[in-house]
């Protein structure tokens, strides 16, 4: 996955996978096996090191995940810091770890809705094997099978013996990167039921046509996996009112839901930006339109708690770090997922959100004809790191 000029002088060597499994006969990349077998070990204690830190048997998937951030963030912060090549060790630890990330991330959301198996070695392996984790779209994983459970038994804080202890930073930094995977996984679920709600029930199929065929498909399908969607509220997580997190979502929802909230100057404003015809989805019907308004201003109060959330954990992240605060905070997708709903928002109403370059930390909204200061006041949610 690496950019192409990076991988450019690099030998790549591809292998028929000759495990006995699933990956038989596929292709495997088999280019660092060789390095990853030679440094497997210090891996492995770098892993027990960090696992050590925290509770002896795993009681939620949190657990696994939270070493799995550990070992990413170390070749990150050493690129921070030194700004030299990665060492092989490093370079192995992020390897093996990243293996990992989706599907553990899957098994967060899992737990979420009571759907996951208890934590442990034995089921992440299980929960691998049944979602094909080990087979890519191009190429499969190119480890043998027992170092694949090696690996998975020393993150569940077996298989291995502690020789050292991981530095109080790493489990701050860790903590941080949590706190701001939680964001995200709550975030994502929050902007899919405000999208299925904005296009099934608030404005409706019916009336809103799309001026493009493209958009006409995008509709269709976002119509059609909203409809797939189970009946429970995604909404209400009783689980997340005890996670560290869960004031930030209520913070959202009450923004979102609560009517007296709503800024009036900004629902005024939305409802003007029909006037001008550039839109990309019409909406034709007058009343539909004001609903609209209501939402956009509810959605963007409720989006921004939990943007300024993340920064006020990066800021904190930072400070930790003795990393330059004015440096611009970028959401990164695979922490903090692209907002679905703003996009319809945006299509419909004909103008996109971007920031104010003459007021710093202030929005507009523009397209390529004309621009508006957006009047709202956003609120400030408050988590300690």
């Known amino acids: 996955r690496a950019p192409v000029e990076v991988k450019e002088k690099v030998p790549m060597i591809m292998k028929r ?3 006995p ?21 210090a891996a492995l204690q770098n892993i027990s090191a960090y696992r050590s830190c925290l509770p002896q048997v795993a009681v939620s998937w949190d657990f696994p995940y939270r070493v799995i951030l550990d070992q990413l963030a170390q070749s990150g912060l050493f690129l921070l810091r030194e700004g030299k090549v990665l060492p092989a060790e490093l370079a192995v630890t992020y390897k093996v770890a990243a293996g990992y990330q989706v599907p553990l991330r899957e098994l967060l959301n899992l737990e979420l809705d009571h759907k996951a198996p208890p934590p442990s070695a034995e089921n992440l392996l299980a929960y691998v094997k049944k979602r094909r984790a080990l087979v890519g779209r191009r190429e499969v994983c190119a480890a ?27 489990v701050a930094v860790t903590q941080a990167l949590m706190l701001q995977t939680w964001l995200g996984i709550i975030w994502k ?34 119509l059609a996996e909203h409809e797939e969607i189970p009946s429970p509220d995604y909404l209400a997580f009783p689980i997340l009112l005890q996670n560290q997190v869960g004031s930030v979502l209520q913070e959202a929802l009450e923004g979102f839901y609560d009517e007296t909230k709503v800024n009036s100057d900004t629902v005024a404003l939305i409802a003007s930006l029909f006037n001008y015809g550039e ?51 970028l959401l990164e997708r695979s922490f903090f997922p692209e907002p679905r709903t703003l996009r319809w928002f945006e299509l419909i109403s004909g103008f996109q959100i971007r920031p104010d370059q003459e ?16 009047p709202v006041q956003q609120p400030r949610a408050r988590l300690q790191v």
């Not at 999208?195 to 958009?215: A, I, Q, S, Y």
């Open 17 to 19: 996978c000759p495990y």
């Open 21 to 41: 499994d699933e990956r038989q006969g596929r292709m495997m990349n088999v280019s660092a096996l060789a390095q990853i077998t030679d440094h497997l070990s």
């Open 144 to 170: 043998p099978m027992p170092m694949v459970i090696q690996v998975t038994e020393v993150l569940f804080g077996t298989g291995s013996e502690v020789t050292t202890k991981a530095a109080p930073e790493r």
């Open 189 to 222: 679920r929050f902007d899919t039921a405000v999208e299925g709600k904005l296009l099934l029930t608030d404005l409706g199929p019916e009336n809103l046509h799309p001026r493009t065929p493209h958009l006409r498909k995008l509709l269709a399908d976002r």
């Open 279 to 329: 839109e990309a989805v019409t909406l034709t019907d007058a009343a539909r339109r004001q609903v609209f308004a209501h939402r956009y201003t509810a959605y963007l109060r409720a989006y921004w708690v939990f943007v300024q959330q993340f920064e006020e954990i990066e800021l904190g992240l930072r400070n930790l770090l003795g990393y330059p605060l004015e440096v611009p905070i």
């Open 359 to 374: 007021i710093p930390g202030s929005l507009v909204f523009k397209n390529h004809h004309r621009w508006f200061p957006i």
